[in-house]
Every structure is written in structure tokens, then in C-alpha cells.
């Protein structure tokens, strides 16, 4: 009778992780719901603590290996540099949202979500969520017009278009990615969503979340199985490109057409934008961060970014830059207590929080883990596993990299996707 007792509060348990954990990746998409959230989250890590104690004890508490033990050191290297840093009260506060429950979300999904069906299941709650999220934009935009999509007058009246590429950076791969695992009806309605929010994405002239989302299609085009499936994205970027081209041609006298032809011109002529410091003021931003670096670049000045702009209005630096850097004396002599100008740059941006110990073990984390996921790819012969490794994981990974190259989207809820689509990797793996 015991043991009868022990079994049903075990399926209890399992069922209150998987169906709060779903809830928690479904409403992490929308704004204004972050009691329910907190709930959702701490009602799954209950949970699942229980389950790793009480049911789990013939396995590993965590599963020890190259990719764990990777990103362990670099959780404590940012753990140190919050102590060690500036305020760090604030820095432990912000540590425990921006990197603890990530890494929560992480290994939960790792131990408990041990086969594909299990990790399809989840991942199909942000998928959706994102689809519902998109349809409030649309419906949104039937007020203002095409105009909604990029004019920038019209942002501060916006509630559901606001945010919306900060949220497609790891989505959309990821529901490329699941489009591509589903054998359902269902994957054509998908297939309906996931042309609206590349269109929408590339409406709003975000030239980081495009190049992101561009890369993320090329490499459905280039490893996609079975070919079918590379042939008929091939044939959405030809069709694009040809579409592309006529608008362009139809409304070249449009504003908003020199815009993308600005943004066109930046990307083709690197050289050019470099030496003006273009990038829509990204070299003195990063010129700027790098002095900052420099006073404690080991362990830099703890996590979290509330403490920049303290930083930047420090005396020191603006003297500094006045005589030897006036371009970036010009950037942020008057913003002084008025704005806040963050690197927009992933890597600088972690070196700040963690210094340069902390930016080498992050790397370290993310080279390791692609390294082993090229080379399960490599060695499989099953198409879904090769979609599932590089389009689905691979593509939410350097979709989520390569916009905060040049953006300040290094937090919220595309770090929480993002670990969680790391999860869902290392358990497939495993």
C-alpha cells in the first residue's frame, strides 16, 4: 500500500512539473503576468527538487559532463563578480532572475524531459503563444494601417507591437524548427504564423532581428531534411528576394524605403561605417564600454545593467573622453542623467557584468555545446534529429547571438527560451 502511495504522489508531481512548466512557457510571452508566472515557475521547481530527492535517487541529482560543468563555472564566475561588484544587493537581485532561473528552467527540462515526445509537448506552449501573440499584433495594426509595422511615431500607442522582435529573435527559429519535428495537420496552420511574424519582423526595420531570422531560414536551406524541405525554402527565398524586389521598385519614393536602403548600405560597406563610427552610433557605444572594461577586467562589476549608467556618468570617463575620444564625449556628455545608452553588443555587455573571466566561460559553454551538437548532427542518420539539432537548436542559439551583436536584447525572455531550447538539446542528447 506504501509503495502504491509512493507511485501515485510520484505521477502527481510529474504531472504538476510538466503542466505548470507548460503554463510558465506559455504565459512567459505576454506582458503583465508575472504573479502567474511565478507561481507556474516555483510550483515546477518545487517539483521537480522533489522528484530529483525523493524518486530520483539511482540518478545524478545533475548530470556531470563537458557541457554542465561549463556552464557551472560560469554561473559562479558571475556569482563572484556580483558579490565582488558594484551594489551587490542589486547585483544578487538581478543574478537570481537573469541567470539562476534560466539555468533552473535549464536543468529541469535536461533530467525530467528525456525523449523527444516530452520536449515536442513543451515547446509547443511558446510556439503557440507566440502564434496568439502575433495575431494581437495584427489585430492591433487594423487601426493605424501598414503604417503600424514602421512608423516610429506610432510606438508609444502601440501595447502589443512593442517588444515584439525581442520575443521573435528565439521564437521563430524555434517554431521553424518545430515545423519542420511535426507530422500533423497542424504544421501548415504553423507554417500560416510563421510566415506573418518573418513578415512582421522584417516590417518593423530591425536590422538585427532580420539578420538573425535571415540566417536562421539559410540554414533551413542548406541542411533541412528530407530535400523536399530544403528545395521549398529555397524556393521562399527566391520568392521573396522577387517580391522584395518589386516593392522596393514600386515605392522607392517611399521614406521608409531610404531607410532600408541606409541599413542596406551599412551592412555592404563595413569599412565605411567603421571609420565614421556608424552603426547608428555603435563604435563610440562600444568604444565607451571598453574603457569601462579596462578599470576591472577580470570579474568586471557584477550582473545586471542598472549599474551602466552610473558608470557612464563618472567623471573620470567623460574628461577622458572628452581630450582623447570626441565622438564618444559627444554621445554621452548630454545624455547624463537623462538616457540610458547600454553597449548593445552580447559580448561587451557580458564582460562589463562578469569581466573577461566570465566572458571567456561563456563562450567556452556555448563553443562546447555546438561543437557536440555538430557532431551528433554529423553522425546521425535520422532526419529529424538533424532537424531537431541544427535548424531547432542550433538556429535559436546564433538566432539569439547574432542580434545582440549590435542590440540591447540581452535579458528578459529570450534568455529563458533560450536556456531552455539548451535544455531541451543536452536532454535529447543525453
Same mark, same amino acid.
Given at each position: ?8 504522489? *510520484? ?215 528530407? *530535400? ?175 542580434p545582440n551583436l549590435m542590440s540591447d536584447k540581452l535579458g528578459g525572455i529570450s534568455v529563458k527560451i533560450l536556456f531552455v531550447v ?9
Amino acid at each position: 500500500m506504501q509503495k502504491e502511495n509512493l507511485n501515485a504522489f *510520484e505521477s502527481v508531481l510529474e504531472k504538476t512539473l510538466h503542466i505548470s512548466l507548460f503554463i510558465y512557457l506559455f504565459l512567459i510571452i505576454f506582458p503583465h503576468t508575472t504573479t502567474l508566472l511565478e507561481i507556474a515557475f516555483w510550483l515546477a521547481f518545487s517539483s521537480w527538487a522533489v522528484l530529483r530527492l525523493k524518486f530520483r535517487k539511482h540518478e545524478p541529482f545533475i548530470p556531470l559532463n563537458q557541457i554542465t560543468i561549463s556552464i557551472f563555472i560560469f554561473i559562479l564566475i558571475a556569482l563572484i563578480a556580483s558579490l565582488a561588484g558594484m551594489d551587490p544587493i542589486d547585483n544578487l537581485k538581478q543574478f537570481k532572475g537573469g541567470l539562476l532561473i534560466p539555468l533552473s528552467l535549464f536543468l529541469i527540462i535536461v533530467t525530467e524531459y528525456d525523449n523527444c515526445e516530452k520536449i515536442k509537448e513543451l515547446l509547443i506552449a511558446p510556439v503557440s503563444a507566440f502564434a496568439i501573440y502575433t495575431m494581437l499584433v495584427v489585430n492591433e495594426s487594423f487601426i493605424w494601417g501598414l503604417s503600424y509595422y514602421w512608423d516610429h511615431f506610432l510606438e508609444k500607442y502601440t501595447v502589443w507591437l512593442d517588444g515584439y522582435t525581442g520575443k521573435g529573435i528565439t521564437i521563430f527559429p524555434l517554431s521553424l524548427g518545430y515545423f519542420l519535428l511535426i507530422r500533423t495537420n497542424l504544421r501548415f496552420l504553423l507554417l500560416i504564423f510563421i510566415f506573418l511574424e518573418f513578415a512582421i519582423m522584417v516590417g518593423v526595420r530591425d536590422i538585427s532581428c532580420f539578420g538573425s531570422i535571415a540566417f536562421v531560414i539559410l540554414l533551413g536551406a542548406l541542411f533541412a531534411r528530407p *530535400e523536399i524541405y530544403r528545395f521549398w525554402i529555397r524556393a521562399f527565398i527566391l520568392t521573396l528576394l522577387f517580391s522584395g524586389a518589386i516593392v522596393f521598385y514600386m515605392h522607392k519614393d517611399n521614406p521608409v524605403m531610404d531607410e532600408y536602403k541606409a541599413k542596406l548600405y551599412q551592412i555592404t560597406n563595413l569599412s565605411d561605417e567603421i571609420k565614421t563610427g556608424g552603426f547608428s552610433n555603435r563604435i563610440p557605444m562600444w568604444k565607451a564600454a571598453v574603457d569601462i572594461i579596462k578599470d576591472r577586467p577580470l570579474l568586471g562589476y557584477g550582473w545586471g545593467m542598472k549599474k551602466y549608467p552610473k558608470i557612464l556618468a563618472e567623471e573620470k570617463y567623460l574628461n577622458k573622453w572628452k581630450t582623447d575620444k570626441p565622438e564618444v564625449y559627444n554621445l554621452f556628455a548630454p545624455l547624463k542623467g537623462k538616457y540610458f545608452l547600454p553597449p548593445h553588443n552580447f559580448f561587451l555587455e557580458i564582460a562589463v557584468q562578469v569581466g573577461l573571466l566570465g566572458l571567456i566561460s561563456g563562450i567556452a559553454f556555448i563553443g562546447i555545446y555546438l561543437f557536440q551538437l555538430i557532431k551528433i548532427s554529423i553522425r546521425s542518420n535520422s532526419d529529424m534529429e538533424r532537424n531537431f539539432f541544427i535548424i531547432l537548436i542550433a538556429g535559436t542559439i546564433l538566432g539569439f547571438i547574432i542580434p545582440n551583436l549590435m542590440s540591447d536584447k540581452l535579458g528578459g525572455i529570450s534568455v529563458k527560451i533560450l536556456f531552455v531550447v539548451l535544455g531541451a538539446g543536452m536532454a535529447k542528447k543525453e
